[in-house]
């Protein structure tokens, strides 16, 4: 888990709001674990 200290300061070194950043760490998160349960499948 992020914490909230690390996703404020990514989002001042990226200019970003820090709402932008826990977003995208929550849907690269889904995206990650959707490819790997499909990755087990296959195999």
Same mark, same amino acid.
């Given at each position: 888990? $992020?914490?909230?200290?690390? $996703?404020q300061s990514i989002?001042?070194?990226?200019? &970003?709001?820090?709402?932008? $950043?826990?977003?995208?760490? &929550? $849907? ?6 959707? &490819?790997?349960t499909e990755l087990l499948f296959i &195999?």
């Amino acid at each position: 888990m $992020i914490k909230s200290g690390e $996703i404020q300061s990514i989002a001042a070194k990226y200019k &970003v709001r820090d709402r932008q $950043i826990e977003k995208d760490y &929550v $849907i690269s998160w889904i995206l990650y674990r959707g &490819v790997f349960t499909e990755l087990l499948f296959i &195999v």
